[in-house]
Each structure stands twice: as structure tokens, then as C-alpha cells.
């Protein structure tokens, strides 16, 4: 079955440093990747789409220049948080359309930052 | 905007009772209603739903949509412990993207 892998798993980072999510699927190719934030006992909220070889997607009130999206394969999509601050702390999720042809139900095991 | 609604928030039951989880929505274009488990990390897939009236089951779990008056449930019977996680409904309309839902935190007490 379609498998995405993701990492780190978790990461502890200082207040202003930079950090990279990296998102991949592990058999299958991935024209669109997904990336959603969670804040604690709260639901996942789309940040962005990602489309190999274009421009990712914002939703509304994410930065891009704060949340720099790569999807420069198809089986790789990067999420780099910039300038990270405390309340950037939170459980990073990516998700790609799967080789099932069932669009974007395959999640990453999400990445848990937490800026000091 | 896609919106999806899930009640109850939270939930606590005794082993062997069944429950049922409600979410309604509202959208614009309507694709398809998934239902997902997730419990420490990311969620995992349980059912996908796209026409009304029709039961999907996986052993203990099952659900249904109703298209008509916008909303699906989720029947957990015969409850364990294990079955403990947050259950996620989310919504795939316009665009491909999902909307979920805050979630209904199911404990299952033995």
C-alpha cells in the first residue's frame, strides 16, 4: 500500500533558527503533497498544497515566507519553518495522493516541533 | 467555505457498550466524507463514504452517509479499549483538499 514517510519525528530547535520537514513517498509518485498543523486536542488544519515543479498553495493566513514549501520530486516535499518561535511549537502532518488513486488519504507520521 | 461539525466532543464508555459518533457538514462541491483514527501520531484512513445510503463496515466499525441531510455516523459496537483514540471526520470538497473536524475523543474505559 502507499506509504509517506516523514522526519524528522520530532525536533527541538532555539527561537530564530530555521527548520526542515522533509515528506516522502516511499512507493509511489506524488504530484500533491498536503501539509497540515496541529495545536494540541484541536484538529488538523491544511497550511498548504504542495505541487511538484510549482508555486505550493497557501490557505488562508499562513505565511509563506514563514512556512517555505519544496516540491522539487515526486516522491519529496520539504516544509521548512524560518525564524521559528514558540508558538510556531506544534505537530506537523504532511499527507500525499496515493498510488490507491484514493487522493491524499496517505499521512506522514508527523513531525513534533517544539521551539525554545 | 467547507465546514464539518463533530459531536460529541468527548465520550467515555465501559468496554462492550457501542457508540456512535455524529458529524454534519456543509459544501459547496461534494466528493466524498472520510472517517479517521488517530491516537498518538498521524491518523490513520477507516472508511471513505460517497453515496448515501450505504454501509460501509470493517468488523467492529462501520458508517454511513446521508447526503440529504448532510451528515454521517460512526458505530463502534462491542467496544475495547484499544478502540481509545480521537476519530476524525473530514470532508473532501472543491479542490481536493480536506476540511476536518474537531474530532470526538473517545476513552474506553475496561
Known amino acids: 500500500g502507499a506509504v509517506v514517510s516523514q522526519h524528522p519525528s520530532w525536533v527541538i530547535c532555539k527561537s530564530g533558527t530555521s527548520v526542515k520537514i522533509e515528506c516522502r513517498s516511499l512507493?509511489?509518485?506524488?504530484?500533491?503533497m498536503f501539509w497540515y498543523r496541529q495545536f494540541p486536542k484541536q484538529s488538523l488544519m491544511l497550511m498548504a498544497t504542495?505541487?511538484?515543479?510549482?508555486?505550493?498553495?497557501?490557505e488562508q493566513g499562513v505565511e509563506k515566507d514563514k512556512f517555505l514549501i519544496n516540491h522539487a520530486s515526486l516522491t519529496l516535499s520539504t516544509l521548512t519553518v524560518t525564524s521559528a518561535h514558540p508558538e510556531d511549537s506544534s505537530f506537523y502532518i504532511c499527507?500525499?495522493?496515493?498510488?490507491?488513486?484514493?487522493?491524499?488519504?496517505?499521512f506522514g507520521s508527523g513531525t513534533r516541533l517544539t521551539v525554545v | 467555505e467547507d465546514k464539518v461539525v463533530q459531536s460529541p466532543l468527548s465520550l467515555v464508555v465501559h468496554e462492550g457498550d457501542t457508540v456512535t459518533l455524529n458529524c454534519s457538514y456543509e459544501?459547496?462541491?461534494?466528493?466524498?466524507l472520510l472517517w479517521y483514527k488517530q491516537e498518538k501520531k498521524a491518523p490513520t484512513f477507516l472508511f471513505m463514504l460517497?453515496?448515501?445510503?450505504i454501509e460501509k463496515k470493517s468488523g467492529r466499525l462501520s458508517s454511513i452517509l446521508d447526503k440529504k441531510e448532510l451528515f454521517s455516523i460512526l458505530n463502534i459496537t462491542a467496544t475495547q479499549t484499544g478502540d481509545s483514540a480521537v476519530y476524525l471526520c473530514?470532508?473532501?470538497?472543491?479542490?481536493?483538499?480536506?476540511?476536518f473536524g474537531t474530532g470526538t475523543r473517545l476513552a474506553v474505559r475496561p
Open positions: 460517497t453515496s448515501s445510503g
Open positions: 504542495s505541487n511538484e515543479g510549482s508555486k505550493a498553495t497557501y
Open positions: 512507493d509511489f509518485q506524488a504530484t500533491t
Open positions: 499527507s500525499a495522493d496515493g498510488s490507491t488513486g484514493i487522493y491524499g488519504y496517505t
Open positions: 459544501v459547496t462541491n461534494f466528493r466524498s
Open positions: 473530514a470532508l473532501m470538497g472543491s479542490g481536493d483538499k480536506l476540511t
